[in-house]
């Protein structure tokens, strides 16, 4: 099975409509592939905090529209990364996916915004649902970059089922060796496929990491973007890799749930 990442470049120089119509025929390039993932808020950049009103899309929106053609015309499971999608409950960071057919199967609304008291934290509304995507054989479960900072989010989604994990992001090149070593513990304590996909470029003032890497259920690094400019970044995926691993290295059934946690300022 083959995993195509695509480290879109977002600028802010490029029209919107233009760059969704790159997008797709980026996914074009990649038809033969299984799967294929898109970065985080790739529409309109994850920092382009002033556009992210008027770059809000219903969910039937444009970039649905254009997204569900480019995975029945590629023919691929698609990640399409997220959008700004506008909702009676307010605005949030949502990440579609869509099977070959162009159906969307799977729709993930970020839990964790990033920003502290800034920009997506006090922009959007925040997601209360963990989400799997039914990909045949590997069932993908979806976090969004600042996500990557919680692996009880990513234990949950184990839980579920996930094999695999797909986390578009527009991680900023000031923390990448945070990014590059929690996709890689991520991978490792959860025995699963990573597929981080960062974004190239430089939007908004804010210089992206890019650096999208996938990690095998062992912790092997598949393959890696050495920095920020746009490439497709590939490796060949074993669905069945993270079961064996699982039932070789069985660390993920000595999880001891039920111990007692002391109240604040017991210890010490
Ligand atoms: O956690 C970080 O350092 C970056 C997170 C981020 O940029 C985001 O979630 O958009």
Same mark, same amino acid.
């Given at each position: 099975m083959r995993a195509s990442l695509i480290q879109i470049r977002v600028d802010d120089a490029e029209p919107v409509a233009e760059r969704r119509a790159r997008a797709a025929e980026l996914i074009a390039e990649e038809?033969?592939?299984d799967l294929v993932v898109l970065p985080e808020l790739w529409p309109v950049g994850a920092f382009a905090f002033d556009s992210f009103a008027s770059a809000a899309e219903e969910l039937d929106g444009p970039t649905r529209q254009a997204m569900s053609a480019a995975a029945a015309e590629a023919g691929v499971w698609l990640h399409a990364g997220s959008i700004v999608e506008r909702a009676a409950e307010g605005l949030f960071n949502t990440s579609l996916v869509f099977a070959?057919?162009?159906?969307? /199967?799977a729709v993930y609304r970020k839990i964790h915004r990033f920003g502290f008291d800034k920009g997506e934290a006090v922009l959007m509304a925040a997601g209360e649902e963990l989400v799997t995507a039914p990909v045949p054989e590997l069932p993908l479960g979806l976090a969004t970059c600042y996500d990557l900072r919680f692996p009880e989010l990513f234990r949950g989604l184990v839980d579920a089922g996930a094999l695999a994990f797909a986390i578009p992001a527009g991680w900023p090149e000031a923390r990448h060796e945070h990014w590059t070593v929690l996709a890689r513990a991520r991978a490792v304590e959860n025995q699963a496929y990573v597929l981080a996909c960062g974004t190239a470029g430089t939007h908004a003032r804010t210089p992206q990491a890019g650096r999208s890497l996938i990690v095998a259920?062992?912790?092997?690094?598949?393959a890696e973007a050495a920095? /920020?400019?746009?490439l497709v970044l590939r490796a060949e995926l074993d669905p069945k890799e993270a079961t064996t691993l699982r039932d070789r290295?069985? /660390?993920?059934?000595?999880?001891?749930?039920?111990v007692a946690v002391p109240e604040p300022g017991a210890i010490g």
């Amino acid at each position: 099975m083959r995993a195509s990442l695509i480290q879109i470049r977002v600028d802010d120089a490029e029209p919107v409509a233009e760059r969704r119509a790159r997008a797709a025929e980026l996914i074009a390039e990649e038809r033969g592939s299984d799967l294929v993932v898109l970065p985080e808020l790739w529409p309109v950049g994850a920092f382009a905090f002033d556009s992210f009103a008027s770059a809000a899309e219903e969910l039937d929106g444009p970039t649905r529209q254009a997204m569900s053609a480019a995975a029945a015309e590629a023919g691929v499971w698609l990640h399409a990364g997220s959008i700004v999608e506008r909702a009676a409950e307010g605005l949030f960071n949502t990440s579609l996916v869509f099977a070959p057919s162009g159906e969307l /199967a799977a729709v993930y609304r970020k839990i964790h915004r990033f920003g502290f008291d800034k920009g997506e934290a006090v922009l959007m509304a925040a997601g209360e649902e963990l989400v799997t995507a039914p990909v045949p054989e590997l069932p993908l479960g979806l976090a969004t970059c600042y996500d990557l900072r919680f692996p009880e989010l990513f234990r949950g989604l184990v839980d579920a089922g996930a094999l695999a994990f797909a986390i578009p992001a527009g991680w900023p090149e000031a923390r990448h060796e945070h990014w590059t070593v929690l996709a890689r513990a991520r991978a490792v304590e959860n025995q699963a496929y990573v597929l981080a996909c960062g974004t190239a470029g430089t939007h908004a003032r804010t210089p992206q990491a890019g650096r999208s890497l996938i990690v095998a259920p062992s912790g092997e690094l598949l393959a890696e973007a050495a920095g /920020a400019d746009e490439l497709v970044l590939r490796a060949e995926l074993d669905p069945k890799e993270a079961t064996t691993l699982r039932d070789r290295f069985p /660390a993920l059934k000595d999880r001891r749930l039920g111990v007692a946690v002391p109240e604040p300022g017991a210890i010490g």
